[in-house]
């Protein structure tokens, strides 16, 4: 009766045991093959017979031997919804593969329903297996096979081009079998969740968007400065318009720059935002200059529309203009602190004078009038010990006026850059405790 009763539950665990791989895993769930069995492959995905399981292990046994890099082989059902650059990491940060200190890990991860392989490359054999060779070494022989099925003569080809490479001046005695063993039959794959939307972000989209949004708000900038200048009256309201360093210069290239960092943070493409976020700016500031070229040029032939009967009226000329001028108002010319221009209609007569602020002085506390001067002289340079000491003196350029003032400050010492700490131990599993810097290649096969 007993007998029965745990036959009749066989179909039952068979059934269970089928459907174990199809959980949709995690990289907090994939087994540790060091621990589990002493071996370096975890075949979670189920796509491994023992024949290449056993042989996979015989690549990483000898490349660990030979040469103390440790290479891990994982395949998993799914990626459970990460992008296999994320899982790879966070498998690898966990098993912390290869030797402490010589980071001289390799990570060999693959999907099943995905049907992504990646190589995930420790810190210390980026030197040896870079981006591309990596790539490379996924593409020979290997995807071919994976992409007919036969997962574990794939990974076995892979594994083995991997160890080859990482050995280096050491030869491994990795032979492949005079017959390939049979293939594990795989579980059918099932509905995938689809992938979070940040391994997504591409990074020349992106640019282009930034770029593109920099790029419109400096044609916008561009549009306002010609309306300003079309509607200012006098030359040197419109010169004052048409020159000058434009803010909207400054901020197209700080945008440039967060937009760079925003961008590199998303992805691991450097150029793309690099040149990008260096093409917007430096158009925008081309633009502007070229901007202010026309409209200076425009300005030669301006005239001022007079008021009464909308005839082009004609500007005194410098030497009339003092003779018009006041006292205080030849002062304020002269110090740089106004700048005045005196129309006259040819038509009816009328005349106007335009007054027009300059920054080259400022309004005087006492008179009243833009002829105030300031020069700062250092008296103490600041150290990073102490502090410095500086004199501005305030004179006011009016005859008809004698302010002037003198003042000491105090400036601040300079700043010491700060020392970095160092970085924080991590645990170690049954692999050496090795790191990867996110350096690697991932293939769709
Ligand atoms: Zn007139
Ligand atoms: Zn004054």
């Known amino acids: 009766m007993r007998m029965y009763r745990t036959r009749s539950l066989l179909p039952f665990l068979a059934i269970a045991a089928l459907l174990l791989p199809l959980a949709a895993e995690s990289p907090d769930e994939v087994v540790n093959p060091r621990r589990a069995d002493n071996s370096f492959v975890s075949d979670g995905g189920g796509v491994l017979s023992p024949e290449y399981r056993a042989l996979i292990d015989g690549v990483c046994r000898e490349l660990q031997a030979k040469t103390t890099a440790e290479l891990a082989v994982v395949t998993v059902g799914d ?10 990491e966070k498998v690898f940060r966990r098993f912390g593969i290869g030797v402490k200190g010589k980071d001289n890990g390799l990570l060999l991860l693959c999907s099943r329903d995905e049907r992504l392989v990646r190589l995930e490359v ?51 005695t990795i032979t492949e079998p005079t017959a390939w063993p049979a293939e594990a039959v795989p579980p059918k794959p099932k509905n995938l969740p689809q992938p979070k939307k940040k391994g997504k972000w591409d990074p020349l989209r992106s640019s282009l968007y930034f770029g593109g949004g920099i790029l419109a708000f400096a044609l916008l900038a561009i549009g ?25 210069v400054i901020l197209a290239w700080i945008g440039g720059v967060i937009s760079f960092f925003l961008v590199l943070g998303f992805g691991k493409d450097f150029l793309t935002p690099f040149v990008a976020m260096l093409a917007a700016p430096g158009l925008a500031t081309f633009g502007r200059l070229f901007t202010g070229r026309v409209l200076k040029k425009r300005l030669d032939s301006y005239h001022l529309p007079c008021v009464k009967c909308g005839a082009a009226m004609d500007m005194a ?15 304020e010319e002269k110090a740089g602190g106004m700048d005045y221009e005196f129309w006259r209609c040819p038509k009816c007569g009328a005349d106007e004078k335009l007054a027009v602020k300059l920054g080259k002085a400022s309004k005087c506390p006492q008179c009243g009038r833009r002829t105030l001067k300031s020069s700062t002289t250092t008296l ?27 003042r000491e400050s105090s400036t601040p010492r300079l700043s010491t850059p700060s ?23 991932s293939r769709k096969f």
Do not use: H, W
């Open 224 to 248: 306002l400065t010609m309306a300003r200048f079309n509607k200012a009256r006098g030359r040197a309201a419109r010169a004052r318009i048409a020159g000058g360093t434009p803010a909207s």
């Open 79 to 88: 990626l459970g919804g990460l992008v296999i650059e994320e899982f790879a």
């Open 317 to 331: 000329a410098d030497s009339e203009d003092d003779v018009m001028l006041s006292t205080e108002e030849a002062a």
């Open 419 to 441: 020392s970095s700490s160092a970085g924080s131990s991590r645990p170690s599993g049954s692999f050496g405790g090795g790191r990867s810097g996110g350096g690697g290649a």
């Open 122 to 172: 420790g810190y210390g054999l980026e030197g040896d297996i870079p981006d591309a060779l990596a790539s490379r070494l996924l593409e020979r022989e290997a995807l071919a096979q994976l992409r007919d099925g036969r997962f574990g003569r794939g990974l076995f080809l892979a594994a083995r081009n991997v160890a080859i490479q990482a050995a280096g001046d050491v030869p491994l």
């Open 380 to 406: 103490l340079a600041a150290t990073r010990e102490q502090g410095g000491r500086t004199r501005t003196t305030e004179t006011c350029l009016n005859p008809k006026c004698n302010y002037a003032k003198t």
